[in-house]
């Protein structure tokens, strides 16, 4: 059997949250190594996975060179993700990269480059892709069963800005975030209603910044946040349906509530994080008079992990809508467009 041998760089919230558990569930694989500069975290997730001390890291390039990684799982602070992959991409190793890709369009330039004279193969963490309800909601709307879509309504909102005594970690700083909750959150949406409905072509937003100041990290001081808490836009799409979007971590009453409904002139498309496996559907004999939208259960078949389709990318079989580099560089542009609409306060073209 063909097991690959994974490195993860960044083993903090998302790493032992989704990629280590997930990793551990597949079959062919194997963690051998894992980066973090912080050594505590190191230790613990080291031990936890019976990681030999010569393969934790505290120097990403160390692991990325380690003969004993054939590919990387990249999950740091934003801003170092591009010069992570580039490094890998350089050495030949394939990336899986978490989102957003890069703190800004400008900053992926490196990582384009290292990809034309190297191109491995690579994959975007866009989790919400391999969710069943979304690649099934995918597979209904591609064969047209609610029409023409006129319009996609999104909502994603948390109240995890007002945890109290929060302080300022890397993800309310500009130069390691580059978006707030935008690029946190919303992020995966404007992937999904592009995967779903097609590309937005022209946005216009607002964002605001609800809790201006922090503590920091190793002090009582207080800094000023400079990232978006909440974020709302309007957007055109390329096929002449509209979007609305509302992302916020400021939602007092909502633990993690992700709405997003697509709208058709036959019928409606609707998925619930909260109840990830099933959808909300009305197609076919449309009844006006009785509300008749009704909840299936998705098909076995289009359950996966993404950590699952990782590793088959790796042994080359790759999954139909498989997240790419691409698509990370496609949102970052929409990310950069929509806090430039905010900023001037009008509609930008995409
Ligand atoms: N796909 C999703 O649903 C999802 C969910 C949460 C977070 N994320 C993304 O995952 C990434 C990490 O988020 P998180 O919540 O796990 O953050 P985190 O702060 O919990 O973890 C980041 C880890 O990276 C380590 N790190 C920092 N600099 C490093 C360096 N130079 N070398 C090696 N390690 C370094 C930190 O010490 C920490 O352990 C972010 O890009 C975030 O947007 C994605």
Redesign the pocket.
């Known amino acids: 059997m063909d097991i690959k041998r994974i490195g993860i ?7 032992c949250g ?1 990629h280590i558990p997930e990793l551990i569930d597949v079959k062919d694989c194997k963690i051998t190594a894992i ?4 050594e505590n ?1 190191l230790k613990t997730v080291g031990d936890k996975l019976y990681i030999p001390e010569e393969l934790r890291f505290t120097d ?1 390039n160390d692991l990325i060179n380690s003969p004993d990684v054939d590919a990387v799982e990249i ?4 801003h ?2 591009v010069p992570i992959a580039t490094a890998a991409v350089k050495a030949g190793k394939p990336v899986n990269i ?3 890709l890069s703190i800004n369009l400008a900053e992926c330039e490196p990582l384009k480059c290292a990809l034309k004279e190297n191109p491995v193969k690579n994959m975007m ?1 866009f ?1 919400y892709r391999f969710m069943p309800a979304i690649r099934y909601a995918k597979w209904l709307l591609d064969k047209g069963l609610i029409g023409d879509v006129i319009n996609v309504d999104v909502l994603y909102i948390k109240n995890s800005g007002f945890i109290k005594g929060r302080r300022l ?2 993800r309310f700083e500009k130069d390691k975030a580059g978006t707030g909750v935008l690029g ?1 959150l919303g992020v ?1 949406l404007i992937d999904m209603a592009e995967l779903l409905t097609g590309k937005i072509t022209a946005v216009s937003a607002v964002t605001d910044i609800v809790v201006k100041q922090r503590k920091r990290l190793d002090s009582e001081e207080l800094a000023n946040v400079e990232t978006d808490d909440y974020c709302s836009f309007i957007c055109d799409m390329e096929n002449g349906a509209k979007g609305s979007f509302v992302i916020s971590r400021c939602a007092i009453g909502h633990q993690g509530t992700v709405k997003f409904d697509v709208f058709g002139t036959k019928g409606i498309v609707s998925f619930d994080l909260n109840n990830p496996n099933v959808l909300n559907v009305c197609y076919g004999e449309v009844d006006l008079a009785n509300e008749n939208i009704h909840t299936v259960d998705v098909p076995q078949e289009f359950f996966t992990t993404q950590e699952a389709e990782f590793i088959k990318m790796l042994q080359g079989d790759s999954y139909d809508i498989l997240p790419t580099i691409d698509d990370g560089l496609r949102s970052q542009k929409i990310l950069d467009s929509i806090l430039e609409s905010a900023e001037k306060r009008c509609w930008i073209e995409i």
Not at 35 to 38: E, F, R, V
Not at 75 to 78: A, D, G, L
């Open positions: 760089i960044g083993v903090g919230g998302i790493a989704r980066c973090d500069i912080d975290r990403y999950c740091t602070p934003n170092l993700h978490e989102k957003p963490s989790t970690e890397w946190d995966h």
